[in-house]
């Protein structure tokens, strides 16, 4: 007995094993259009199973060789199998119309239509079928009147119809109509709404969706999920200034105290959009001091501004000077508090790199972190800008003492990290490039991707250019321009780099030259001679290690300096395709999708 079960489930697995295959390759045959091969599996798998898929795909290859003939037998025969199964008639109507019987064919579908049952699961069912044989009207004659039936709307299902016969107006109001019914399917509306404008669906969708946004809002002004896609449609596109506009009116009416605009202006300022940043932020700091995102703004505001004065846009001694009495009246505002030591720190980078008071800004440091309870992250944040202060003033032994210590309370994290590398960055400005080459090797692995691309980078610059002369006089001179450009001295580092190049006219620090140039000229807002030397770099040493690096601010600045977004997409295409272990590559994809977008290709039945 044992050994009859036992050579029964070998049989079975066996039977099952050349099933398997069987349907791996009829499959294989459709997909590489062999319907003649894929036609005679798929038929003896109908055979074996009965199963509906089988009798489908069995009928469109005999359909595709056109063996009407063979195509008829088997739905006649499925027909008698279930007479009730209206995807047969489908079937046969596909058939007829294939032969050149559109009347014939006509009454086939129309029958389905009359027929139709008020069972959700089929009316799916016959959609689909129809529309793998994209016959788009019946498939939305099934849904319609299916709605109808059992009080669904098919919303999703019918806006996809409508997608494929490239209606975009009427796939937008269904889309909408769904959002009006259920508020909560806002997530499926934007994913989809998405997919399509950044692909080659329909270059007119963009606007079509816009203008549907606004008048819905218009008819139904209390229907708030309208102006909510419409802040959503914005922000895909980037339309800050738009975006602000329709939060200030969502904020309004649903008093949220200035959440949204919070938001929006830390992207703006991270897009490099500063004027609608100072927008959004004014916006919070003018209606409410008592908001709980009161001290978000002003912190937020502030911000705009030291990063406008980091990249040169603001150089004014008489704005600068007021910009510091901003930060000393919020510091006198907010009080002694833990977030206050976050004014405290940029207000001391103002006055030591910008505003020639390294003595007060070390005082102002100093002061915080004895006072003051700090936590280990940001006492270290203090002490590693107090760290760079002392090197500014050129009091180096200073500097690595702070570097060290916020390292030392900051072992695991990012904090530390940064530390660690501007003290080995330090041994590098100083010549003790063994030292420094040691600690970034260490670096590489660390908790922040971008602090390891960057000891990687400088690890790499000290292996490239290392023994290079017995002296290492051009690597020396290097060195010396980075450490002029931290203490703000950009003047005598250009005149270090002029130097080292046309003394070492082909050394292989050239690119990292020009680069440093890109940098120096950026910190002084000449964004004509920024781009020159980070196009240099394009052109004649893109696959060194700061190619992508070049490629990528060369994108920024076309994109967001310049708004030459043609430009701007070259470059970000280039680093997509041309640099595919980039660390830029996702921000890069996802810029060139807003300005562009990738062409997807649409789904097929």
């Known amino acids: 007995m044992k050994k009859l079960l036992i050579l029964y489930l070998c049989f079975q697995f066996a ?15 459709y997909q590489e259009k062999d319907f003649q091969k894929a036609s005679v599996l798929f038929e003896e798998l109908y055979e074996i199973t009965g199963a509906q898929v089988y009798f489908s795909y069995a009928v469109n290859c005999l359909v595709e060789i056109k063996d009407y003939q063979q195509a008829e037998k088997i739905i006649k025969k499925q027909m008698r199998r279930n007479k009730n199964d209206l995807i047969n008639y489908i079937e046969l109507g596909y058939l007829l119309k294939n032969k050149g019987d559109e009347e ?34 019946f498939a939305l004659q099934t849904y319609k009147k299916g709605s109808k039936l059992i009080k669904y709307s098919f919303h999703p299902e019918i806006a996809n119809v409508y997608a494929f016969q490239r209606k975009s107006q009427e796939m937008v109001d269904e889309y909408l109509d769904l959002l009006e019914e259920e508020p909560s399917q806002a997530e499926l509306v934007q994913n989809n709404f998405q997919a399509r404008m950044t692909s080659n669906y329909d270059e007119g969708l963009k606007e079509i969706i816009k203008k549907s946004l606004i008048k819905r809002i218009q008819r139904s002004p209390n229907e708030y999920i309208f102006s909510e896609m419409l802040l959503w449609f914005y922000l895909q596109e980037s339309d800050f200034r738009s975006a602000i506009i329709q939060a200030k009116s969502l904020d309004k009416r649903l008093n949220e105290g200035g959440m949204r605009l919070v938001e929006l202006g830390n992207m703006a300022k991270s897009n490099g959009s500063y004027a609608e940043a100072l927008d959004a932020f004014e916006y919070i700091l003018e ?17 705009v501004f030291s990063e406008q004065i980091d990249k040169g846009q603001i150089a004014d001694q008489e704005d600068l000077l007021k910009i510091e009495k901003m930060y000393l009246e919020s510091i006198v505002e907010f009080g002694d508090q833990p977030q206050t030591i976050r004014l405290i720190k940029d207000l001391a980078h103002l006055q030591a790199f910008y505003l020639n008071k390294a003595n007060d800004a070390i005082k102002l440091l100093l002061d915080a972190i004895e006072k003051s309870k700090l936590d280990p992250l940001t006492k270290g944040a203090c002490k590693t800008e107090l760290g760079d202060i002392y090197l500014l003033i050129n009091r180096v032994s200073d500097a690595i003492l702070e570097y060290a210590q916020a390292a030392k309370l900051n072992e695991n994290n990012e904090t530390g990290d940064m530390a660690k590398f501007k003290r080995a960055t330090l041994a590098f400005y100083t010549g003790n490039f063994q030292w420094a080459q040691a600690q970034l090797d260490v670096l590489k692995t660390g908790t922040s991707k971008l602090i390891a691309n960057d000891a990687f980078v400088l690890s ?8 290079m002369d017995s ?37 292989s620090l050239i690119d990292d030259v020009l680069y440093l140039k890109a940098r120096i000229y950026e910190k002084q807002g000449n964004s004509e001679k920024t781009i020159y030397y980070l196009e240099q770099i394009a052109a004649n040493y893109s696959f060194d290690l700061l190619g992508d690096e070049a490629i990528f601010k060369l994108a920024q600045i076309y994109d967001f300096q310049i708004d030459d977004k043609k430009k701007a997409m070259e470059y970000y295409k280039k680093i997509i395709f041309d640099y595919s272990g980039s660390i830029y590559v996702v921000d890069s994809r996802k810029r060139f999708r807003i300005l562009r977008g990738e062409k997807i290709p649409e789904p097929e039945y």
Not at 23 to 28: E, M, N, S, T
Not at 477 to 493: R, S
């Open 15 to 29: 039977t099952v094993s050349g099933q398997d295959e069987k349907v791996r390759l009829a499959y294989q045959y």
């Open 104 to 137: 014939e064919s006509l009454k086939q579908y129309e029958f389905v239509i009359k027929n139709l049952n008020p069972d959700k699961n089929d009316i799916f069912r016959l959609a689909n079928s129809f529309m793998m044989k994209r016959e788009y009207e």
């Open 287 to 303: 209606k409410d001091k008592e908001s709980m995102f009161y001290f978000e703004a002003k912190l937020g505001y502030l911000e």
């Open 460 to 467: 790499m610059l000290i292996k490239d250019n290392s023994g």
């Open 471 to 507: 002296t290492e006089t051009a690597l020396k001179y290097f060195a010396k321009a980075e450490m002029l450009l931290q203490q703000n001295k950009q003047g005598e580092a250009l005149k270090y780099l002029d130097t080292l190049e046309n003394q070492f006219k082909t050394h």
